[in-house]
Each structure stands twice: as structure tokens, then as C-alpha cells.
């Protein structure tokens, strides 16, 4: 018998929590909830769920706390649903570990999608031989290179170390701050030109002849994506 995937739903709304329990459980998943920060991490503690959906305007603390607290556990994704529309407060849930930020007033049926593609992205992992596949795109780890469409695809040093950070994080929108500190080491303003040079190098590079995928998506003003092609 098969195991039914895990959420676990963080949210004070008691309209919007008992909605979204409903919905996921009808579409197959084992859905745990919970109204306050503290009851959502007793249970996170107590079952492990696969993915949490998080309000951050909780009663008893801030949803940004509870990102802290559990990011360091890597077998969670977080998918923060919040009526906070700032591109402060996106940056900062994303810089922190959340996998995704849809925000309120939502479409169910995104946010099903966006549970799919957390789930399709914990599916996602390097071989025992160290190989990464995302449909066209292969890339040795151990012989530091890169495939496209079964040709050597030749990067510069900084390119391959995004793609490489990409591919680690497939399906997660990495903020630009994300990607400056752990390519180049430091967050300068100036480098945010350079990383955009370097991003439309990359999508050149991956471009598909025929329809519209993109491996690298990007999200103005808050960062960029690898897309996992289906």
C-alpha cells in the first residue's frame, strides 16, 4: 500500500485552514493543520510532514520564526501563503529557506500545483555517479561539466557556479542576495548588474529550439528559478 504524502497547513483562518485541509486531502494527500506557530511546530516535531504551508501573520509569532527554526531540517519544503504582498517580506522568507510565496487572495488550483512541484522537486536528486538530469540539460558533478542536447555546453567559472546552485535548488526561487553570497561570497549592489549579464548569458546557452520552456526563470526584483522540465 502506498504512503500518502504529507502537508502540514499553518494558518490562524480558520475558513482559509479547514478550505485548504479539505482540498489537499481530496486530492490524495495526508493533511495535518494547525492554528498557532507552537501547534504547528509540535506536530512538525512529532510527524515529519513533507511540506508545510505557512501563513506568517500567526497569533503567537511571526511565520519568519518558524522558517528559522525548522529550514535546517532538508527533508521539509516550506510553501509560505501569505497576505503579505512586499517584496521585503518575499526576499526574506526565500533568503531564509521557503521553497515558494503565493500570496493571498490565492487560486487553489496554483497553489495544488505548487505543492506538486515541491513534491516533484524532493523527487529530484543526484545519482550514486554524481549525475544531474533536468530533461536536456545534464551535468557531471565529478567531471565538473555540463550537457545540452547531448553537446559539452561550455560555461565560464561564475555561470557554472549558478547553474550549479540552480540545479541544487530546482524548483526553488533563489533571491538574488541567495545566489550573490554563495557565488561571488559578498552582497554588493554593483554585483546585481553582473548577476543578470550572467543569468541572460545562461538562458542563451539553455534555450530550446522548439516551444516556450525555460530552464531558468526569473522573478523581477526578488531572484531566479530552474524550472524542472516535464
Request: hydrophobic fraction near 40%.
Amino acid at each position: 500500500m502506498e504512503v500518502k504524502k504529507s502537508i502540514l497547513i499553518i494558518e490562524d483562518d480558520k475558513s482559509i485552514r479547514n478550505f485548504i485541509s479539505a482540498t489537499v486531502e481530496i486530492n490524495g494527500y495526508n493533511c495535518y493543520s494547525a492554528a498557532t506557530g507552537e501547534e504547528g511546530l509540535n506536530i512538525i516535531e512529532k510527524n515529519k510532514p513533507e511540506v508545510v504551508i505557512l501563513d506568517l501573520g500567526l497569533p503567537d509569532m511571526d511565520g519568519i520564526e518558524i522558517i528559522k527554526k525548522i529550514t535546517y531540517l532538508e527533508s521539509i519544503s516550506i510553501i509560505v501563503l501569505s497576505a503579505r504582498t512586499e517584496d521585503k517580506d518575499k526576499i526574506i522568507a526565500l533568503d531564509l529557506g521557503a521553497e515558494d510565496y503565493l500570496t493571498k487572495p490565492f487560486s487553489i488550483d496554483e497553489l495544488l500545483a505548487r505543492i506538486r512541484v515541491a513534491f516533484r522537486k524532493k523527487g529530484i536528486r543526484t545519482t550514486k555517479n554524481n549525475i544531474f538530469e533536468n530533461g536536456e540539460l545534464t551535468i557531471d558533478f565529478k567531471a565538473n561539466a555540463v550537457f545540452f542536447k547531448n553537446k559539452e555546453l561550455h560555461l565560464t567559472p561564475i555561470e557554472y557556479k549558478i547553474l550549479i546552485l540552480l540545479a541544487q535548488n530546482i524548483g526553488k526561487v533563489l533571491t538574488h542576495n541567495f545566489i550573490l553570497k554563495n557565488v561571488w561570497g559578498d552582497i554588493y549592489e554593483s554585483d546585481k548588474l553582473s548577476l543578470r549579464v550572467f543569468m541572460a548569458n545562461l538562458r542563451k546557452k539553455l534555450k530550446l529550439s522548439e516551444g516556450d520552456f525555460q530552464y531558468i526563470q526569473t522573478y523581477v526584483s526578488v531572484g531566479y528559478k530552474m524550472n524542472k522540465y516535464y
